[in-house]
């Protein structure tokens, strides 16, 4: 069974930077693109960004330029380098397969950005 688990979620400032994580096993994750996903309050759930197994990325607009997507094969693990954060970046973040139908969703973790 799949087992996702989000981490490293704070509240900072505008223009600060925060790397998310994102423990996963089971399912055969492990072999999946992997991608984060973010949902605002009100909001319909959106893509930020994809990690495939060999590297290979894909971004949503959102992310393009200021966020930078990675992942460790050896510790089951994804990432989610955010940088020059703005406040319509608020949401809770998830991470989830790419690729494939979704699995079960961890609970995310919320990053808050507000002067």
């Known amino acids: 069974q799949a087992q996702l688990a989000e981490s490293g979620g704070d509240s900072v400032q505008p223009g600060d930077s925060l790397r998310l994580s994102c423990a996963y096993s089971?399912?055969?994750?492990?072999?999946?693109?992997m991608g984060w996903y973010r949902q605002a309050p009100g909001k319909q759930r959106e893509f930020v960004a994809a990690?495939?197994?060999?590297?290979?990325?894909t971004y949503g607009g959102s992310a393009k330029g200021r966020f930078t997507i990675s992942r460790d094969n050896a510790k089951n693990t994804l990432y989610l380098q955010m940088t020059y954060l703005e406040p319509e970046d608020t949401a809770v973040y998830h991470c989830?397969?790419?690729?494939?139908?979704?699995?079960?969703w961890g609970q995310g973790t919320q990053v808050t950005v507000s002067s």
């Open positions: 989830n397969t790419y690729d494939r139908p979704y699995v079960s």
């Open positions: 089971g399912d055969s994750l492990s072999m999946s693109a």
């Open positions: 990690v495939r197994r060999d590297g290979s990325t």
